[in-house]
T-cell receptor, first 112, second 111 residues
């Protein structure tokens, strides 16, 4: 059973506009959430994280929002750039746990 | 600069062969992981290890085994490779309460 879900397999956005990637989770024990970016034939690279004590975390063009009551998080990229084109995975873990649970990924294409 | 290194970027093996995928991390992390990535399925956990000689099954351990004899090294073993094990294999390591760092991946093709 998929505990972390990304329901949009793909997303296309014009350069300069906002990209919003969504992620839902089912396990209420999760309290640490991350986003990873992955290019083809490379390993995922860490982008941004948020713990459950916050509802927002920003790092440059990237902002992650967490809605604990809805068990939903989103990644906003503003402004989007062609180099942002990649697959984005959200992941979740419990602070006391060892492993991450990953979503199935959203392929973002930023159109110049 | 933190580093997780996987021994091969690309591998081609024959059905029935025993295959070893090696992973080394230089961050003194306790936890190490093996995932496989397949289109539409995301990253699925095969095995993880939280200490030397300790291992736990992930979501899809069938057909795989692991070895962790030293803290920095975590090996994934395909006992008898099959075509349905053709995939991208990703090794990762982390400390508690931090992000995971991934290797560059190994694209394994079983023919």
């Amino acid at each position: 059973d998929q505990q972390v879900k990304q329901n949009s397999p793909s997303l296309s956005v014009q350069e300069g506009r906002i990209s919003i990637l969504n992620c839902d989770y089912t396990n209420s024990m999760f309290d640490y959430f991350l986003w990873y970016k992955k290019y083809p034939a490379e390993g995922p690279t860490f982008l941004i994280s948020i713990s459950s004590i916050k509802d927002k975390n920003e790092d440059g063009r990237f902002t992650v929002f967490l809605n604990k009551s809805a068990k939903h998080l989103s990644l906003h990229i503003v402004p989007s750039q062609p180099g942002d084109s990649a697959v984005y995975f959200c992941a979740a873990s419990a602070y006391t746990g060892n492993q991450f649970y990953f979503g199935t990924g959203t392929s973002l294409t930023v159109i110049p | 600069d933190v580093k997780v290194t996987q021994s091969s970027r690309y591998l081609v093996k024959r059905t029935g062969e025993k295959v070893f995928l090696e992973c080394v991390q230089d961050m003194d992390h306790e936890n190490m992981f093996w995932y496989r990535q397949d289109p539409g399925l995301g990253l699925r956990l095969i095995y993880f290890s939280y200490d030397v000689k300790m291992k736990e099954k992930g979501d899809i351990p069938e057909g795989y085994s692991v070895s962790r004899e030293k803290k920095e090294r975590f090996s994934l073993i395909l006992e008898s490779a099959s075509t349905n094990q053709t995939s991208m294999y990703l090794c990762a390591s982390r400390d508690m309460n931090t992000e995971a760092f991934f290797g560059q991946g190994t694209r394994l093709t079983v023919v």
